[in-house]
């Protein structure tokens, strides 16, 4: 199995940017797609975006796109979650998941390996 570890979190205004980072370890990372979800207090645990295998291939929530981007360095074991033009309600905790999947899973139940989480906290 894959483990992963979130980082990059933190405290901004809205309008600012931040990057959350993703390690991976254990198990070949470049033969998973890879997520981010979301869970903000109340709500439940949402897809934010997901990458395919090598990079080809990605999907955004219509509430992130053209605001966030995925990526990922398969040298480096690495992904990442460039956020731009955060909102107040993209406050959440955050987390990377993993699935030795062909295309790019959107449910929580299609990811067998989770991080464990990083906050992100946007104010107004």
């Known amino acids: 199995q894959v483990q992963l570890v979130e980082s990059g979190g933190g405290l901004v205004q809205a309008g600012d940017s931040l990057r959350l980072s993703c390690a991976a370890s254990?198990?070949?990372?470049?033969?998973?797609?890879m997520g981010w979800f979301r869970q903000a207090p109340g709500k439940e645990r949402e897809f934010v975006a997901g990458?395919?295998?090598?990079?080809?291939?990605?999907y955004y929530a219509d509430s992130v796109t053209g605001r966030f981007t995925i990526s990922r360095d398969n040298g480096r074991d690495t992904l990442y979650l460039q956020m731009d033009s955060l909102k107040p309600e993209d406050t959440a905790v955050y987390t990377c998941?993993?699935?030795?999947?062909?295309?790019?899973?959107?449910?929580?139940?299609?990811?067998?390996?989770w991080g464990q989480g990083t906050q992100v906290t946007v104010s107004s």
């Open positions: 998941a993993g699935a030795e999947s062909p295309f790019i899973p959107r449910r929580t139940t299609m990811y067998p390996y």
């Open positions: 254990g198990r070949t990372f470049s033969s998973y797609a």
């Open positions: 990458i395919n295998w090598n990079g080809g291939n990605t």
